[in-house]
């Protein structure tokens, strides 16, 4: 006779996970804290007057009247300062990726020390934290009006961020490969240029593609200080009250920042 076989238990169903006490203070303390804040700035940032968006309703009609009639009278020139812009966006972004490369090697933790982290850091929380029509006016003072304030912003600007992306990219890298590299006697330029450069170049690429996406914005808005491109002209309109021609203005500029789009969606494809 053989022996029965030992009877299985039953799968024990596992309990749902629930969260500690302390967890759920915090989660309390955190959103409870958001509310608070939400509810004492209600005043602050006037909410409560969102009703003359409609309690001088005439106006607001003559005014969509006009942006609904777009005078493309001057579409030459309207559509040169646009081309200006661009080229604005592109080469200060441009500038920005060439300083964000070492700055963002530098501020990796995994891969510069602790001395050169800190004061790259530091570099480049003031680059993000001035606002680019700060930094714009200052060239405007230096150089004069023209689209050279304009470049000059954004890759100063653009520089802190994508040097703050680039950074924790590499930071989030897989050491094995750098492991790798370093297990055949290599310097630390070719650790860099072998291990940590091939597997953050995608990011970087998808980046840097970004930030010229919404540097094309930034540079329409420079343009109302004086730094070139459409948004001078955009200014100048505004300020003659000619709201058919903003409206044309405007069009192109959707336009433009479409091509761009398409264009940096087509780039990324092709590259990553």
């Known amino acids: 006779m053989t022996a029965a076989a030992p009877a299985v238990a039953p ?3 596992p309990k749902p996970p629930s969260k500690s006490m302390g967890a759920w203070a915090l989660d309390v303390l955190i959103w409870g804290g958001v509310a608070v804040l939400l509810i004492y700035s209600f005043g602050p940032v006037e909410l409560g007057n969102v009703t003359r968006l409609f309690s001088n309703n005439e106006n607001t009609q003559n005014f969509a009247r006009e942006l ?3 005078d493309f009278t001057d579409w030459r020139l309207f559509v040169e300062k646009m081309w200006e812009t661009v080229q604005i966006a592109l080469w200060g972004t441009f500038i920005a990726v060439f300083l964000a490369i070492p700055m963002g090697l530098a501020a990796a933790r995994n891969i510069a020390p602790v001395w050169v982290v800190t004061p ?3 570099v480049m929380n003031l680059l993000r934290s001035i606002p680019d029509l700060v930094i714009g006016l ?7 009006l023209g689209p050279l304030p304009g470049v000059l912003a954004i890759a100063l600007n653009t520089a802190g ?7 924790e990219a590499a930071e989030s890298i897989d050491k094995g490969p750098v492991e790798g590299v370093r297990a055949t006697g290599a310097s630390k330029l070719h650790e860099i240029n072998w291990g940590v450069i091939p597997q953050v170049a995608p990011l970087w690429t998808s980046f840097a593609l970004y930030r ?20 001078q002209v955009l200014f100048d309109r505004m300020n003659a009250f000619d709201f058919q021609a903003v409206s044309a203005i405007v069009i192109i500029i959707v336009i433009a920042v479409t091509l761009i789009d398409m264009l940096s969606q087509a780039m990324r494809k092709r590259l990553l």
């Open 161 to 167: 961020v994508l040097a703050k992306l680039f950074s």
């Open 11 to 13: 799968t024990a169903i």
């Open 68 to 70: 609904l009639r777009p």
């Open 120 to 122: 790259v850091r530091w």
């Open 138 to 144: 200052l060239f405007v003072v230096a150089v004069g």
């Open 212 to 231: 010229f996406e919404s540097n094309s914005r930034s540079a329409t808005v420079l343009g109302l200080i004086g730094a070139g491109g459409i948004g």
